[in-house]
């Protein structure tokens, strides 16, 4: 039986980090996992941004109530669901996932938390545990699922390198570059199509 884990920010909602850039109008927000394979400094990089400008949870949450849903991710997400289970696995924050995770009919979510002080000042993160996406495929692989894992940036590379199935999906050219063994999708189609190779 086959579980499908998948990442979030760029498959199936846009990034977080680059609608905070655009609405705020700080470009050196714009850097992303795509970008910085290190998840620690770039979180300890955006915390000292938000830092210098001010900015608190509250500011980000709002930027993140108005995102929506990639165009076809929806019928995507229902194409899946009638053919096997459906895993989020993320980097986001349980702090910013909720208005995104009731858009997209709330489906399986793992991800970090936030640290914040009295004032809503974003201090520290929480990693659910090290090298989270990798951990959550091993694990279900010891309940004897075979997994198929999907993403776009350098943090999802140990997650489908774990996988039995492995798939980029809009990746940067340097993503590609640097793991050319997986498939890239570039439209939800192309992925309906792999995922035909595993899924009845």
């Given at each position: 039986?086959?579980?499908l884990?998948s990442?979030?920010?760029?498959v199936?909602?846009p990034?977080?980090?680059?609608?905070?850039?655009?609405?705020?109008?700080?470009?050196e927000l714009?850097?992303?996992t795509?970008?910085?394979p290190?998840?620690?400094?770039?979180?300890?990089y955006?915390?000292?941004?938000?830092d210098?400008?001010g900015?608190?949870?509250?500011?980000?949450?709002?930027?993140?109530?108005?995102?929506r849903?990639?165009?076809?991710?929806?019928?995507f997400?229902?194409?899946v669901?009638?053919r096997?289970?459906?895993?989020?696995?993320?980097?986001?924050?349980?702090?910013?996932?909720?208005?995104?995770?009731?858009?997209?009919?709330r489906?399986?979510?793992?991800?970090?938390t936030?640290?914040?002080?009295?004032?809503?000042?974003?201090?520290?993160?929480r990693?659910?545990?090290?090298?989270?996406?990798?951990?959550t495929?091993?694990?279900?692989?010891?309940?004897?699922?075979?997994?198929?894992?999907?993403?776009?940036?350098?943090?999802?590379?140990?997650?489908l390198?774990?996988?039995?199935?492995?798939?980029?999906?809009?990746?940067?050219?340097?993503?590609?570059?640097d793991?050319?063994?997986?498939?890239?999708?570039?439209?939800?189609?192309?992925?309906?199509?792999?995922?035909?190779?595993?899924?009845?």
């Open positions: 039986m086959y579980i884990c990442d979030l920010e760029g199936f909602v990034e977080v980090w680059i609608n905070v850039a655009e609405k705020t109008g700080i470009p714009r850097r992303t795509r970008d910085e290190d998840y620690d400094k770039l979180m300890h955006r915390m000292k941004i938000l210098e400008h900015l608190k949870l509250r500011d980000i949450q709002e930027v993140i109530a108005r995102i849903p990639l165009p076809g991710a929806l019928d997400i229902q194409w669901k009638e096997t289970q459906l895993i989020i696995v993320s980097d986001t924050f349980i702090q910013f996932a909720d208005p995104m995770m009731k858009q997209l009919g489906p399986t979510l793992f991800c970090h936030l640290v914040t002080d009295d004032t809503g000042r974003i201090i520290d993160y990693l659910r545990q090290a090298d989270p996406k990798r951990k495929v091993e694990a279900l692989q010891s309940l004897n699922y075979q997994v198929i894992a999907m993403g776009d940036s350098y943090n999802d590379i140990s997650m390198k774990q996988a039995d199935a492995g798939i980029l999906f809009r990746p940067p050219s340097n993503v590609v570059a793991y050319p063994r997986f498939p890239v999708a570039e439209e939800y189609r192309d992925l309906e199509t792999i995922l035909q190779n595993y899924l009845p």
